[in-house]
């Protein structure tokens, strides 16, 4: 296949898959789908997900898919093999949503996401006029009734997770309309606050569907084998022994390296004692956003001057609350990034610092002094050198396939990494940064272990609430994040095991290379599979690097 074809097909392709999904694939909260840049030619529209449409979205994805593992050509180069891959094993991952765990079959949330994320979308996405925004987004209030009945139609064998997630959810949604009651800059207020009742009606329709659904147990759903995902979504070679194998040696060497920051803060104390009487002394005054935005802006400037952040030359992040609708789904900090590259259209730092339902008080403040105590961390692994530049690097990569594709193995394994270079760089090097990072670490590990025990079955629900409460974590919150894990079985690995194989390349190639080149030479490849890069950095070597000449870390 010629790389002229291969683009043409590969363009054909996001086209498609934007008129039929146009939600998911605007979207960061749909993970088995590409960024696909065609999704803003449809922000008027809203998937409706009849088994009639699903049916037939899956026969034109296998066969976008047979075409791209299509027998090579000569011509055929190495990128364009890649690149062939890549979409192959995007397709992959959509079919396991589709066909065979049938998300849209056993999970509600899916429907409420859609629903709203397109309405968040609608009402934010740049344009040239407030009237196309007052058009767009009706147009998509008035889908998302239809959209719900066919939810509450479609929906069988709702597993205790989904349906506890979804009737939080729906909670969240009903919050969020109140909030959308207040915009008055449309046209035709009546016809906006019409459109916002049918919505509010069909969301009560759908409460109501889901108490009078009796939700099975968990293990009723046959999710996708784990080997499958990691093989065929996430293009990984290896077993799944060794990604049990490599969240233990995480999980340990986490201890270790906790009980020795341990010893040398404070032998009278337990690592956990240290970790939750320390406040850093900088934050005890200062807001939590303004704290926020600060540390952004000091990684930036930091990481740009280690040339970590040269590619960066759109404005940073804003930092804002977790919108209503997504704060049963989100983490206490998360980011969501830009569809494209138009200026007008931000990227966002999320934080939850508002109390979720059924909170303690207890709970509640041990959010707020994490939210403090892990700042630097966390807002490195949300925006710089985390999320937002390994974004932002994405949206600017010339092959139009690369810029539209993400894999959550490499995309949060480098947000991982990025935090591990807070230290490698020099920019934290106390004892109680360090343990800090530790606990992050061992956190990560957990669920990496989680992840594959309750996939494996080698872990029941109470043994992973156990092992979350060993990072410090309190059992409420403990039992709160093993249920948030569960709505996305295989990806709680990917933090760990990303880093791990970044890591790997960097002991490979990361002196030959030099440490800034090496960088560079694995964010501007694309989110590919790590045994691919390998591949690359070894002829980018070969090719580049001269005889008896040492490229400077």
């Known amino acids: 296949m010629t790389a002229d074809l291969l683009q043409t097909l590969a363009s054909d392709y996001f086209r498609q898959l934007s008129r039929r ?34 049916e037939e979205s899956i026969a034109v994805l296998k066969e976008f898919q047979r075409q791209f593992d299509a027998p090579l050509y000569p011509e055929e180069g190495f990128e364009e093999s890649l690149d062939r891959q890549l979409l192959s094993a995007g397709i992959a991952g959509i079919l396991l949503e589709l066909e065979s765990s049938e998300s849209w079959r056993h999970d509600p949330s899916l429907y409420l996401k859609i629903a709203f994320v397109g309405l968040d979308h609608a009402l934010t996405k740049p344009c040239d006029d407030s009237s196309q925004v007052a058009w767009r987004t009706l147009a998509r209030l008035d889908k998302i009734p239809s959209l719900l009945r066919r939810g509450a139609e479609n929906l069988r064998l709702v597993p205790r997770t989904h349906h506890r997630a979804a009737l939080l959810m729906v909670r969240d949604c009903r919050e969020y309309l109140s909030e959308l009651a207040g915009i008055a800059w449309f046209e035709s207020p009546s016809r906006y606050s019409g459109a916002l009742q049918e919505v509010r009606t069909s969301l009560e329709d759908f409460e109501k569907a889901l108490n009078d659904l009796a939700p099975c147990e968990d293990d009723r759903i046959c999710a996708p084998k784990l080997e499958t995902v990691l093989a065929h979504r996430f293009l990984w070679d290896r077993s799944i022994e060794e990604v049990r194998e490599i969240g233990e040696l995480e999980w340990e060497d986490s201890l270790n390296e906790l009980e020795r920051l341990r010893r040398e803060i404070n032998p009278g104390q337990s690592w956990q004692e240290i970790y939750h009487s320390y406040l850093p002394p900088e934050v005890r005054s200062v807001e939590v956003f303004t704290l926020y935005e600060r540390e952004m802006g000091r990684l930036f400037s930091f990481f740009t001057r280690h040339g970590l952040g040269e590619s960066l030359s759109e404005s940073l992040p804003l930092i804002r609350e977790t919108p209503r609708y997504l704060r049963s789904l989100r983490g206490s900090g998360s980011f969501a990034a830009a569809l494209g590259a138009d200026p007008r259209e931000k990227d966002f730092f999320y934080l939850t610092t508002r109390p979720l339902a059924r909170q303690s008080a207890e709970s509640r403040e041990s959010l707020v002094a994490r939210l403090h105590r892990e700042y630097a961390f966390l807002a490195a692994h949300e925006t710089v050198p985390g999320h937002f530049l390994l974004d932002s690097v994405r949206r600017k990569i010339p092959n139009p396939i690369r810029r539209q594709m993400e894999s959550p193995l490499f995309y949060e394994g480098w947000a991982t990494y990025a935090e591990r270079l807070l230290g490698d760089y020099g920019y934290v090097q106390g004892p109680m940064d360090c343990l800090v990072h530790a606990r992050r670490r061992l956190w990560r590990a957990a669920r990496c272990r989680i992840d594959v025990g309750l996939a494996t079955g080698s872990l029941g629900k109470g043994e992973a609430v156990a092992l979350l409460v060993r990072t410090g974590i309190s059992a409420e919150d403990a039992a709160r994040q093993v249920r948030r894990f569960q709505l996305s079985p295989g990806y709680q690995l990917c933090y760990t095991l990303g880093c791990h194989e970044i890591l790997r390349l960097r002991s490979a190639h990361g002196n030959r290379l030099g440490l800034n080149r090496f960088h560079r030479e694995i964010l501007e490849g694309g989110q590919l599979p790590f045994g691919i890069i390998d591949q690359r950095l070894e002829k980018i070597g070969t090719f580049q690097e001269e005889p008896g000449r040492r490229n400077s870390r």
């Open 21 to 54: 999904f146009p939600v998911m694939c605007a979207g960061d909260e749909f993970h088995a789908f590409p960024r696909a840049l065609a999704a803003n030619e449809f922000l008027d529209r809203m998937e409706q997900l009849s088994p009639e449409e699903i």
